[in-house]
């Protein structure tokens, strides 16, 4: 089941791996000077800062299903949404938190930020560098070097198959690995995304001893790597149902997902679970398959004793 939309960005997607064409590289342009870069670590970094008594907002665009994901992950961080990342950022001091974390906030330059931390996906480093709609980059890579700290994060894969989703550079054209390495970014941490357990979403999935889930379910950019790794964790899926990511899901697409999960459920990502229990509510036991950062060295423990660099040392009385 695939909407207009989703087609759409399937096929920019796929074109991502190819060379662009002129009127592409003119989009992109255009495109890179208003966008930003997206950080998909802010949850574990809220969570740490959190254990260390120190009260955290995260800042979002305002997706519905994005704000959930970080409530249900870190119950006691107040989460704001909307445009003016200004106003929020007030809003969230006047509330009483000391740290207000942005999602997706490196190209915000409204907001003065005492640190900047960005994470690259270490198989995008494989695409030609072109920002949107010719290349998945949202800004000229070199603006990177005004970050504090730069994290690689490289997702496990569950088959090598997933490997095919890099883009393959024309003769003469330099991946962002390449430009990367000239750039000499420093400091620099490794994490390492992979999959953990299959955790139940309602109640109908609380009942069930073994979950055996007969449908996968995604509203993401990326869907392949989650439907692999859905296939992996249980060998009884039958469907993959890709949606668009953000849109909430229509009435048709609900009828068909319910059909799908029958007789075992749905396993679908974090970012999914509020969308489906508003439309499936107990219908279908429903699962998702939950995440884990294998930290180089630890790494999370210096991005928050970077974070506490802020906070000047107490005075000696």
């Known amino acids: ?45 809220a969570k740490r800062l959190g254990k260390q008594g120190i009260p955290v907002a995260v800042l979002t665009h305002g997706y519905a299903d994005e704000m959930d994901v970080h409530r249900r992950l870190n119950p006691g961080t107040r989460v704001y949404g909307g445009r003016n990342r200004v106003s929020l950022a007030e809003r969230a001091a006047v509330e009483g938190a000391a740290i207000a974390i942005l999602d997706s906030g490196f ?16 198989t995008s480093l494989r695409n030609p560098v072109h920002r949107l709609p010719a290349g998945p ?14 994290i690689f994060m490289k997702r496990e894969e569950a088959d090598p198959a997933d490997r095919l989703t890099c883009s393959r550079t024309s003769p003469g054209t330099r991946s962002a690995a390449v430009v990367l390495e000239e750039l000499d ?18 109640r109908a999935a609380e009942a069930v001893a073994d979950p055996a889930p007969s449908a996968a379910v995604a509203g993401i950019m990326w869907p392949r790597p989650f439907f692999r790794w859905a296939r992996f964790m249980s060998d009884h899926i039958e469907r993959e149902i890709a949606l668009p990511d953000h849109a909430p899901i229509s009435n048709r697409e609900a009828t068909a997902i319910r059909e799908a999960a029958q007789p075992g459920g749905i396993v679908c990502t974090l970012k999914d679970v509020s969308k489906l229990l508003l439309k499936l509510g107990e219908d279908a036991p429903i699962w998702y398959l939950s995440e884990e950062l294998d930290w180089q060295k630890d790494g999370g423990a210096a991005v928050v004793q970077a974070a506490l660099r802020l906070f000047p040392e107490p005075s000696s009385v």
């Open 1 to 45: 089941m695939e909407s207009r939309r989703s087609g759409v960005e399937r096929r920019v997607r796929e074109a991502w791996r190819t060379e662009p064409g002129s009127l592409l590289r003119l989009l992109s342009g255009l495109y890179g000077c208003a966008a930003d870069t997206r950080n998909f670590l802010y949850d574990d970094l």
């Open 107 to 122: 190209q915000y330059r409204r907001l003065q930020r005492d640190l900047e931390i960005v994470v690259l996906d270490e």
């Open 137 to 150: 980059y949202r800004d000229s890579i070199h603006t990177l070097k005004r970050a504090h700290l730069t």
């Open 185 to 202: 970014l420093s400091p620099v941490l490794h994490v390492r995304l992979r999959p953990g357990r299959l955790v139940a979403a309602n």
